[in-house]
């Protein structure tokens, strides 16, 4: 990857430590530049295939507290759930009602229906012996009688 070196580390390598120096510009006259307590050095690593990695030590990042919330009562969140008990007792009673209102009218549709069949059925074989004359009607060796009078 890198012609200079052959593959194998060097023996020893010197490494050099930078002083980072601030910047005086012009424009930052009105600010006052506060330098922290003591300057972090700048550390060089040397990587396996000879390379020098040069950079400073970083402190990882601490994420900010977030703002404490102020505790809540225990009598409110009593509260709080004790009225979405109440509203879910009070949607369940009103399905159950409505449930068996429902329940209710289809079992008098079919209560109704099977007494419009039944009476249909009644019906029928009550005014369908009255068009044959109102007897009884036997089939013998093919006379037919009716109230005792022979018919040929």
């Known amino acids: 990857m890198y012609p200079e070196h052959s593959g194998h580390l060097p023996a020893e390598r010197a490494v050099t430590v930078h002083q980072p120096t601030p910047i005086t510009h012009p424009s930052t006259a009105q600010l006052v530049p506060v330098q ?55 949607g369940g009673l009103l399905l159950l009602t409505s449930f068996i209102a429902a329940l209710t009218a289809f079992i008098t549709q079919l209560i109704t229906l099977a007494a419009v069949i039944f009476g249909g059925w009644i019906a029928v074989q009550i005014l369908g012996t009255s068009s044959h004359g109102g007897g009884t009607t036997v089939h013998i060796r093919k006379a037919v009688i009716k109230r005792n009078h022979f018919h040929g």
């Open 36 to 90: 922290p307590g003591a300057v972090p050095s700048v550390a060089s690593v040397v990587l396996p295939d000879g390379r020098v990695v040069t950079g400073y030590a970083i402190n990882p990042v601490q994420p900010e507290l977030l703002a404490t919330k102020p505790p809540v009562s225990r009598a409110a969140v009593n509260v709080a759930l004790g009225g979405v008990g109440f509203l879910a007792v009070c």
